[in-house]
């Protein structure tokens, strides 16, 4: 048996009811087998792989809080500190019921070469917790950001590991993490990424991943001599990532169609209103439904959908395994010329190879939502000088790293014969950066 099939089946093995982790260990390592099959015996040697796959510390802990009635609850908390070859661990923190270790460790799996992609000096982790945001007093939330930190702070620190955002994890919960963190520790530190403005966040942070999605995709489409500028785009997602790559792509020229959320979609043939989506996402916290009273000639519809409607570039950007073989089918009968990923591992690995067989391009998410963890990266920088970049600073610098990172993943693409499979290319360059840092620091 192969190496990498070995290890594939040791860790389905020894991770049993993972699901999501064993799809994205695969995927990885599938795409990797040519660079593994070159330094074989040297990998072997040093179980390079086993080690890659095995996060070096993962921690599970009780987050007790009390709701506005006075009755407590408990939820799980997660950290898993991946991979510190390149870096301190840095990855954000989910906050979904749908959270479990597996889903955590698929998302640290994937952290460490989106990390590595960004060329910035950032190992991978991720954490979470099963609690459900949604619903809940401002109280509720800071009652269960403090709990949470209070155990999380043991294991984080400037220089060891920072956390960031996700699903959500917004600025209040990042806010309400940084005070109980500096109360417990006594430290104003960058130990967390996605602060508010007035207290060591970096400007662009809020745009970062949606901005960068579509930089990196101008600069893919322009590769192939394609401009995007006039191009119909749909997008899935109505959060952080959505409403930053739906607002670049108008400044792009680009026209933007659908949006959802996880109750329903949105349909707008005159292009999405970017205002009214930030009014009812970011300001009410409320529903998509409320979209039809700021555009009467939109249309809603209940349940999942925007990948039927006929357009040139699809960025999902809500959640993982939002984009399956059937989606995938029509986005091809469609004409679509490119999907890039917003969210993490939004398309299923049959959807993903039926896009690539039919000519699709297709920029998988460990590159195309780097954007947001560079940023991070440049707000940490930011911290360590104790200074503050203007907005137009960190978005070049932005801008700066997606071209490159593009370059670099279509360059290892080809090096390897895959030309154009920016899958292949995202895997190989971002391992192979990993890869020597951890042979260069021994067995450890
Ligand atoms: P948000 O919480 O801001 O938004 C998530 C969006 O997806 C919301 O519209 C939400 O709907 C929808 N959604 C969430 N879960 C589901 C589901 N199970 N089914 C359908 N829709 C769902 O998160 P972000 O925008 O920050 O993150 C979106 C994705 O991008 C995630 O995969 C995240 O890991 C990834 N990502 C985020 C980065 C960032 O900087 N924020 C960086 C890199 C990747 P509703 O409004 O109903 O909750």
Redesign the pocket.
Known sequence: MSYVDEVIERVKRENPGEPEFHQAVDEVLESLRPVVDKYEARFRKDALLERLVNPERQIKFRVPWVDDKGNAHVNTGYRVQFNSAIGPYKG?I?L?P?VNLGIIKF?GFEQIFKNSLTGLPIGGGKGGSDFDP?GKSDREIMAFCQSFMTELSRYIGSDTDVP?????T?AREIGYMFGQYKRICGSFEGVLTGKGLQYGGSLARTE??GYGLLYITEEMLKSHNIDISGKTAIV???????IYAIEKAYQLGAKVLTA????GWVYDPDGIDVAALKEI?EVKRA?LTEYKNYRPNSEYHEG?GVWQIKADIALP????N?LDLEDAKMLVANGTIAVAE???M?TTEEATKYLLENGVYFLP?KAA?AG??ATSALEMSQNSERMSWSFEQVDKKLQDIMVTLFHNIDEAAKRYGFDGNYVVGANIAGFEKVASAMIAQGIV
Do not use: F, M, W, Y
């Open positions: 954000g989910r979904h749908s998302l949604k960031a955002g996700d699903i959500g917004g970062a991943t899935s997602g109505s959060g952080n990532v959505a959802s959320d996880s109750t996402k529903r999942r950007c809500a959640t993982q939002e917003g969210a993490n939004p998410g939502n947001g963890v």
